[in-house]
């Protein structure tokens, strides 16, 4: 198993920027990829980015250009860079890691308008 550990989050006002991280415990950071994953109220859980082991990168449509997933394996750690926040990014977000299927605790990220 891994441990994983958010921080980051907090209140933004539309237009602003706020970048997560999620430090990973275990040897096997970096060879597994690892996504950020998004829970709004009242809504199901979304898929946001993903990053390979080798650094290939997805995005959902809604946040493409504008969000920016990376990674530094000597830290063990993720990050996700969120620039022109929007009050409907309003959720909290998760890590995962896609070796074990673990789940960190999540950080909340509020966007007002």
């Known amino acids: 198993q891994v441990q994983l550990v958010e921080s980051g989050g907090g209140l933004v006002q539309a237009g602003g920027s706020l970048r997560l991280s999620c430090a990973a415990s275990?040897?096997?950071?970096?060879?597994?990829?690892m996504g950020w994953h998004r829970q709004a109220p009242g809504k199901q859980r979304e898929l946001v980015a993903t990053i390979t082991s080798n650094g290939s990168t997805k995005y959902a449509d809604s946040v493409k250009g504008r969000f920016t997933i990376s990674r530094d394996n000597a830290k063990n750690t993720v990050y996700l860079q969120m620039n022109s926040l929007k009050p409907e990014d309003t959720a909290v977000y998760y890590c995962?890691?896609?070796?074990?299927?673990?789940w960190g605790q999540g950080t909340q990220v509020t966007v007002s308008s």
């Open positions: 275990g040897s096997i950071f970096s060879i597994a990829s």
């Open positions: 995962r890691d896609y070796y074990f299927a673990s």
